[in-house]
C-alpha cells in the first residue's frame, strides 16, 4: 500500500498515529519506504495526486492509463484468437515470447488469455453468518479521510462484521481503488527461464490443479494481487507485504468469478480487497468479507508457501514462473519496503502488540477445519521438523532455507536469510510419518527411513517420488497473526 510521509511520531497525519513507545522508525527510514510506495503506485499507473482519474473509479476496475493490462476480465477467461484448446494440458492461454536476462527468446504463457470457458460448478456460496446490518447511517464510524476517499463507492456500507472506524488510508487520493493495479493477465516463463532471479529470492509456491506455479515476491510487492487461473479454476494470488501474507483463493462465489483488486484500505495493517462485482471488502488475511453485499462470506483457500526460487526450481523443474511482462514500469527486484522488517514496527497498526514474539517476527501460522495454531519461526528453526496435531489432522512444520528477507534490504536478493517455514499433511497413503531433520535441508521420516527436501519431495528410500501435500498456512508477522487470531494456540518447544 502507498502511505504518505508523516509527520514526526505521536502526531495525526492522515488515518494513522504514529504511537513514540512503538515506533523505532527514523524520519529518513520512513521517508524512503513511503517513497518507494509511492513510486509503485506510479509505476502501475495509480495517482498520487488526489485526482481521482489517475485510479480505478468504477464498480467494474477500469482505469485510465496506458500502462493498464486490465481488460474486461470479470470472468477471467480471456478472448485470444490463438487459443489451443486441443491438448490435455492446464497451461491453456497463450503464448508469447519474451527475452530473459541472458537475452535469450523465451515462451511466455498467458493462462487468462483464451476461450476455454471457467468452471463456475465450485467455489463457495455467500453467507451472511455473524452479520450485521445498520438502520442509521452506514457510513458513520469512518475515519473522515477514509469517508471522502470511498465515497464514489457503491458499497452496502450497512452490511459489515467489522467496525468501520477500523479501516485506515493506505493510499491518499480521491478514489485509491487499484491505484496499486493487480495483474489480470499474468504471463509465465518456464522457471528455469526466469535467471532474472537469484537462487534466494523468496515467491509465493502454489501446487494446484495438477500445476506449480512461482509468483515471486519482487512482482507481487509491487502489485499485491493477481487474477489468474489454473486450468478451468479462477485463483486470485496476493501478497500484504505488511504482514508478509501470501494466500491463494478460489475466485468462485455463487457460482460467479469475482475479479479483485486493492482497494487502497488497510485494516489491522492487513490489505483489503475489494471485488468489482459488488465493491464488497475482503481481509486478505483471512479471505472474508467484512463490508458489503457479500459480507459474511469466506473465500475458499488454497495452500500457498513462500521458498525460495532455488529450491522451487531444484523440486520442480517443470513449474511455471510469474513473467515480468505485466504492463507496468517497474524495476522488480529494487525493494520498497527497505528497513521495514528490522525495524521492529508494524505500519498502520494501533493495536497494542502482543509481547511474547517480536511484532515484526514470523511465524507459520497453520489453519485447518476452524482450527488455527501459529509456529514461531524462531522455534521450529532450532528443531527444524515439528510432529503435531491440528484439528485432528497429523501435520509437520518443516523449517530450512537460505530464503531471503523480501522486505529489509534495498535489493530483495540481499535481504537478510529468514528460511521458510511450510506446513504438510504428514499422512501418505496408510501411514503417519514422523519426521526429523537430517541437516542440509533434508529429512527423513522414522517409519520407512525416507530422505525428504524440505518442499516435501521424497527422493530417497521406500516412498521415492511421492509428494506431501501442503496445508493451508502462511508465514506471517507475529503481530498479525496475534490480531486475526488472539485465541489461537502457539506451539512451544519441549
Known sequence: MTPKTPNTPGTRWGPVTFKPRRARWTRKRLVALFVGLALTAVACGG????DSSSVANTDAGSDNSDNSDNSDNS??????????DSDDSNISGNSDNSDNSDGAEIELFSPTETDRPLDLSGGVTSS????????????????????QAVAPWPTDWARRNVELDEFLLGIRVLDPRDSIRPIDTPKFEPISAATWLEDREPGALVQFNDEVRFYPLSILTRHEIVNDRFGDIPVVVTFCPLCNTAITFDARVDGQVLRFGVSGLLRKSDLVMWDDASTSLWQQITGESVVGQFAGTQLELIPTSIVSWGDAL??????????????????????????????????????DIDPR?????????????????????????EKKAVNDEVAGIPIAVLWGGDTADALDSNSIAEGVAIGSGIAYDRR??????T?????EDLFTDSETGTTWTLLGQAIDGPLSGEQLETVQHRNEFWFAWASFFPDAPVYASA
Do not use: H
Not at 75 to 84: L, R, Y
Not at 128 to 147: C, F, H, K, N, R
Not at 428 to 433: F, T
Open 47 to 50: 495517482g498520487d495526486d488526489g
Open 75 to 84: 470472468d477471467n477467461s480471456g478472448n485470444s484468437d490463438d487459443s489451443d
Open 128 to 147: 451472511s453468518e455473524e452479520l450485521t446490518v445498520v438502520t442509521d447511517d452506514p457510513l458513520a464510524g469512518l475515519e473522515s479521510l477514509v469517508g
Open 314 to 351: 531444484e523440486n520442480f523443474p517443470d513449474a511455471l514462473s510469474l513473467s515480468r511482462e505485466t504492463g507496468s514500469n517497474i524495476a522488480y527486484g529494487a525493494n520498497p519496503y527497505q528497513g521495514y522488517s528490522s525495524s521492529g514496527t508494524p505500519f498502520a497498526f494501533n493495536e
Open 357 to 381: 514474539f517480536p511484532a515484526l517476527s514470523r511465524v507459520v501460522g497453520v489453519n485447518l477445519d476452524d482450527s488455527d495454531k501459529a509456529y514461531p519461526f524462531e522455534l521450529i528453526s
Open 428 to 433: 501418505v497413503g496408510d501411514d503417519v510419518l
Open 435 to 439: 519426521f526429523v531433520s537430517l541437516g
